[in-house]
Structure formats: C-alpha cells, structure tokens
C-alpha cells in the first residue's frame, strides 16, 4: 500500500509539473539555467524568469517549445550561441538587458518574436538582426538601448523587419551624430521617428 502511495504522489508530482506555465527564480545565484528545479520536465512552460542571476551561456531550453516570454535580463550572458534557442517557435518576447553581448547572433528560428530587449549591453554590430528579417518577421518592439551602435549603416539591417513599430536607441554614440533621427527615420520608415526622437540621451 505504501509503495502505491508513493507511485501515487509521483504521478501527481508529475502531473503538477506538467501544469507549470510560469516559473520565477530571480536573484538566486544561478551560473546555470539547468539549475532551475526540474526545467526538463516543465514541457507546458511558458513564462521563465532568470532576472539577476549570473548565467554566462545560454542552454537547456530547446525541449521547452511552449515557451512564448524568457527573461534572462542581468546576467553575464556574452553571446547567444547558435541553436541556443531552436526550438522555441512559440517565444513572442525575449529580453536580454544587462548582459555582456556585444553582437547579435544565435536568433535564427524564432518566427513569432515581437519584442526584443537587448538595452545597456556592449552591443557594436546588429547585422544578426537578420534573421528576424523576411515577409513573415513579426518583430514590433526593439530595445538598443544603452549599446556601442557607432554608425547609421548598422541599422540598415532593420530595413527587413517590416513589422517594427518601436526602436529605443538613445544611449548610443550614433545618437551625437547630427540628424541622426531624421536619417533613421528615412531608413525605417516603418518605425515613427518620435520613437526615439522623444528620449534622451544619456550625457
């Protein structure tokens, strides 16, 4: 009888897992996503939070296609590596604030991506902005905020991403180029020049 209790609350611990669609461990000190309790059997995932940890490499999502919103904002993420992230069809929105990435790599695949945040990172070159480019790009917010962006031609990337309606980049040195709102503007006509042309930038 014990052992069938046991199997028992197994099974439901199981199925309780099963259920999870949002998980939140912020600040806890992990160098790991495999860290997070039973990630490989959160398979209905759809929110994880990450914020304020120090996770360096990204890994251990590609079994969690239910996930639509990842947050790994404040950590030491330096690069995305390719196939990081394959996988996950279903992610609308990723942020990656506050790392350490100074390009744009590893987001091939993500189909249904509408929000992007890779503010206050060492950021010079976009150019893997390109594989959220094409006629089925769903992109509609992007945050470069507080990056290395030194030249207008690195948003030409962009030019692709048809669906963009916000773009953040004050903070940039490209922001001390004279008009550089109104050339942007020319380029994306997609993305209304107020977007950036309202915030400042930091002196």
Not at 50 to 68: E, F, K, M, S
Not at 84 to 110: H, I
Not at 146 to 166: D, I, K, P
Request: charged content about 15%; glycine content about 8%; aromatic content about 4%.
């Amino acid at each position: 009888m014990s052992e069938l209790t046991a199997a028992e609350a197994s099974a439901r611990d199981s199925l309780d897992l099963e259920a999870e669609v949002s998980v939140s461990c912020v600040g806890r000190g992990f160098v790991s996503i495999a860290q997070v309790p039973d990630l490989h059997r959160l398979t209905n995932l759809r929110r994880l939070c990450l914020h304020g940890n120090n996770i360096a490499h990204i890994d251990g999502l590609t079994g969690l296609t239910a996930l639509v919103d990842l947050n790994l904002s404040s950590n030491a993420v330096s690069a995305i590596d390719a196939g990081a992230l394959r996988g996950l069809t279903r992610l609308t929105s990723l942020n990656l604030a506050s790392n350490r990435l100074q390009t744009v790599t590893g987001l091939d695949g993500l189909s249904n991506l509408e929000t992007l945040n890779l503010s206050f990172n060492y950021i010079t070159s976009i150019a893997g902005l390109a594989a959220l480019a094409g006629p089925l790009c769903k992109l509609k917010n992007l945050n470069l905020k507080q990056n290395q962006l030194h030249n207008l031609q690195a948003f030409s990337v962009l030019v692709g991403c048809m669906g963009l309606r916000w773009l953040q980049v004050a903070g940039n040195p490209v922001c001390s180029l004279p008009n550089y709102a109104q050339a942007l503007a020319s380029v994306l006509s997609q993305v209304g020049e107020g977007t950036w042309k309202r915030v400042p930038t930091r002196a």
